[in-house]
């Protein structure tokens, strides 16, 4: 892990390796960051790598593809404070929206994505709520994933309905 990216001394990691489909990456993302979260609950520290990180020793299996890695280690730092976009200009958040969405927005900007790019939308209507995807930038699939796993943590799965 430590030639290309920002890693030091890092030499564990999950590999998620799934069968070759259109919507791995955001399976990928959405059950990996349930993953980050024990491991950070657990501790440990972790940080997703799509790119910055040496060959992996994971088996591949015939019709498979490595998506994307996450190290795993006891941090120098437990993380730093990063700028963050606002409620405001990734979603359709008003001041008498409901709290549970509200805690979801929240989550979700806590959530990690890519180059910490945070270009994604979520919208309200009753109580469905759509996420779109960012249109360009690096992993916005696995973003997508991610995002969802922090929106349902923080606004309860029982308050609302994913749209579609
Ligand atoms: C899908 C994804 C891919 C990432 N790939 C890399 C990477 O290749 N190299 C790296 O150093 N960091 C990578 N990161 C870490 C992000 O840059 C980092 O999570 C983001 O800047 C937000 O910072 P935070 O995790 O401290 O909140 C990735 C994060 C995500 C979610």
């Known amino acids: 892990m430590a030639r290309y ?3 030091e001394g890092c030499s564990n990691y999950i590999a ?6 259109k919507d791995l990456d955001e399976r990928v993302g959405y059950y990996g960051e349930h993953l980050v979260l024990k491991a950070q609950e657990l501790g440990l520290n972790t940080c997703w790598v799509a790119l910055t990180h040496g060959k992996s020793q994971a088996v591949i299996n015939k019709g498979e593809t490595e998506a994307i ?23 359709n958040i008003q001041d008498d929206s409901p709290e549970w969405f509200k805690k979801g927005v929240e989550a979700a900007l806590l959530a990690p994505t890519a180059i910490n790019q945070q270009k994604f939308f979520i919208e309200l209507g009753g109580n469905k709520v759509k996420i779109k995807k960012g ?9 997508l994933g991610i995002i969802k796993c922090h929106f349902e943590l923080g606004a309860g799965k029982e308050n609302f309905e994913w749209a579609e």
């Open 5 to 7: 990216g920002k890693f």
């Open 16 to 21: 998620l390796i799934g069968t070759k489909s």
């Open 69 to 91: 890695l996450i190290a795993l280690g006891y941090g120098k730092t437990k993380g730093n404070p990063r700028r963050s976009k606002k409620a405001e200009e990734v979603s």
């Open 135 to 143: 249109l360009v930038g690096p992993e916005l699939n696995v973003d």
